[in-house]
């Protein structure tokens, strides 16, 4: 599988961007997405990700009410629309995207997209 990541960008604080996952149409069985950043000198962390059985979403505390995750199931894509950016946003956002196959997970990562928020 492949893994796509688009949509970053620089915004001022404030602002908004929407960045977006695709995985390559060979992929299947997918089990979760979800978004990663990492900032520079700091550890990548999750952002948001989402279930596929059941379609729940989980976010991280400091992007609550602030952006909004979704996925298009029949284009294996996903997006997160970032209102409201803070300069602290400022990351290389990654997608991730798990796949179950009988017993095997598999993780397969994008390349990143870079999102810088000006103060």
């Known amino acids: 599988a492949q893994v796509v990541e688009s949509g970053g960008g620089l915004v001022q604080a404030g602002g908004s961007l929407t960045i977006s996952c695709t995985a390559s149409?060979?992929?299947?069985?997918?089990?979760?997405m979800a978004w990663y950043r990492q900032a520079p000198g700091k550890e990548r962390e999750l952002v948001a990700e989402?279930?596929?059985?059941?379609?729940?979403?989980h976010y991280t505390e400091s992007v609550k009410g602030r952006f909004t995750f979704s996925r298009d199931n029949a284009k294996n894509t996903m997006s997160m629309q970032m209102d409201n950016l803070k300069p602290d946003d400022t990351a290389v956002y990654y997608c991730?995207?798990?796949?179950?196959?009988?017993?095997?997970?598999?993780?397969?990562w994008g390349q990143g997209t870079q999102v810088t928020v000006s103060s």
């Open positions: 149409a060979s992929t299947t069985n997918i089990k979760a």
């Open positions: 991730l995207v798990v796949t179950l196959h009988g017993y095997e997970v598999s993780d397969y």
């Open positions: 989402i279930f596929t059985s059941d379609g729940t979403k």
